[in-house]
């Protein structure tokens, strides 16, 4: 049955500013959306083995995420005796010995949600205690690209038929066999979507991250338009295609300094010599052929490491991704080469998020660094974290306040670069006003390759 929508987008490019602080907004979204919705909820290095697991938990709904001798599964995180959490204030923690044990009365359940123990049985009737309903409630769960995905529907379309195409695309870029190499997070006083539409878009790039349009500035003005005031010159028809190279060079090392996992170091080693290669005379070419070179090479010299890195060239053509990938409705992959960085977006109130960011990159079989099993918190504003993110910080704190200024309706975005925002927004709109499941899961795979993209039409 539908329902009706507060502040629901009418015009494509007219987002309503209430949305971003509203309690009835927010309540709506807690009620009708998150419960609907696959979340990332772990990283699989961070359960390796059998009886190792994880709590997740977002907006008062905890789940625990354990591997099991026949896979991963997800419980409910809640005794059955007194609905005390099992995981005692972990976050983390292995039950293949003792299970797991409620904190209050001893009560416990091994791996597969089975009740192995109720302390003093007969103080209980027969039907209090039924095998069946004593056991764990479970929770759907379906694995993908190296994490763990929850659900608390039962009846929402897979993961598969939810996200689409891009989790076999995004695996050919080898996202499966990425690990974590750090886990930062922090708290930013801003609604959640404010946070995430910092990152969906490029067009940011030329006042946020002048670094880098001033390394490549044909690269962005040639995105936004040469006469639009950007940083920066067109191409310069007498620029040497040695400075072509040159600048696209000094861009992944910007990059690898400000994302880590974007562009990792281990990557520009590999590259750096490159510079130095015979190129055509022609400039796009030069930076079409630097590039594929970069792949071949990243995939030849990491492979014969060791290192579970595909064939990047051939992902490239059979499997594009785009550098931002956003795998609805919180979660961004941002690959590049053979490695990636990841955030992760919780609600934590009308006006509050947890950010979290993960540099993920493939390792040989030993040679694993120690895997992050907690987040570093840090405050929104350290210098401990990378460059670009701290950039992109000092912007959505200020646009929270300004959500709320006399006369700002409504944001305002490009029908040719911001759609991707228009978009994943009208997608909140269906699960608000309980639209057909087929249908959302439809839409949602429009978003794979959207950044920087533009609108697309919804029958819901």
């Not at 995180?77 to 609905?83: E, L, M, Q, T």
């Not at 870029?173 to 404010?194: C, D, I, Q, Y």
Request: proline fraction near 8%.
């Amino acid at each position: 049955m539908a329902e009706a929508v507060p502040f629901k987008i009418t015009q494509a490019d007219r987002i309503p500013a209430q949305r971003y602080y509203d309690e009835g907004f927010y309540k709506a979204e807690v009620e009708n959306l998150w419960p609907h919705v696959w979340q990332m909820a772990c990283r699989l290095e961070m359960i390796p083995e059998v009886g190792d697991w994880v709590e997740y938990s977002n907006l008062g709904k905890s789940v625990i995420v354990v591997r099991t001798k026949d896979g991963v599964k997800a419980f409910h995180n809640a005794c059955r005796h007194r609905g005390v959490p099992l995981n005692d204030g972990a976050g983390t923690g292995n039950c293949k010995g003792k299970g797991f044990i409620c904190p209050f009365h001893g009560w416990r359940w091994n791996m597969d949600g089975e009740n192995t123990f109720v302390y003093g049985k007969h103080l209980f009737t027969e039907n209090q205690l039924d095998t069946d309903d004593l056991a764990l409630r479970p929770c759907r769960v379906e694995v993908a690209g190296g994490c763990a995905f929850i659900n608390h529907d039962d009846n929402a379309p897979s993961l598969a038929d939810s996200l689409g195409p891009v989790l076999k695309a995004l695996d050919a870029h080898g996202m499966s066999n990425l690990r974590s190499e750090w886990w930062f997070g922090t708290v930013l006083p801003a609604n959640w979507k404010v946070a995430m539409e910092a990152f969906m878009e490029g067009y940011h790039v030329m006042r946020t991250h002048p670094q880098l349009q001033r390394t490549a500035p044909a690269l962005y003005n040639s995105m936004y338009g040469y006469d639009t005031g950007g940083i920066g010159v067109p191409i310069d028809p007498g620029m040497s295609v040695r400075d072509n190279i040159v600048a696209q060079m000094q861009h992944l090392e910007l990059l690898s300094e400000g994302m880590a996992g974007m562009v990792h170091a281990k990557e520009l080693e590999i590259m750096r010599p490159l510079v130095d290669a015979e190129f055509p005379d022609d400039p796009q070419q030069a930076v079409m052929m630097f590039f594929g070179m970069i792949n071949d090479q990243v995939h030849k010299q990491l492979s014969a490491k060791g290192e579970p890195v595909p064939d990047l060239n051939v992902a490239a053509v059979n499997d594009p991704v785009n550098a931002v990938e956003f795998l609805f409705p919180h979660y961004f992959l941002l690959p590049m080469f053979s490695c990636m960085s990841s955030y992760r977006i919780r609600p934590l109130g009308p006006e509050s998020c947890l950010f979290e960011l993960w540099s993920l990159a493939p390792f040989a079989p030993g040679e694993e660094p120690p895997v992050p099993m907690e987040m570093t918190m840090l405050p929104y504003d350290s210098q401990d974290f990378p460059p670009i993110p701290r950039q992109d910080y000092s912007n959505i704190p200020i646009q929270q306040l300004g959500m709320h200024a006399t006369g700002f309706d409504f944001m305002r975005l490009s029908f040719e670069k911001e759609g991707l925002i228009s978009n994943y927004q009208r997608i909140i709109d269906g699960y608000l006003g309980g639209a057909d499941p087929a249908k959302l899961a439809a839409a949602t795979k429009t978003l794979q390759g959207n950044f920087d993209g533009g609108f697309f039409d919804y029958d819901f």
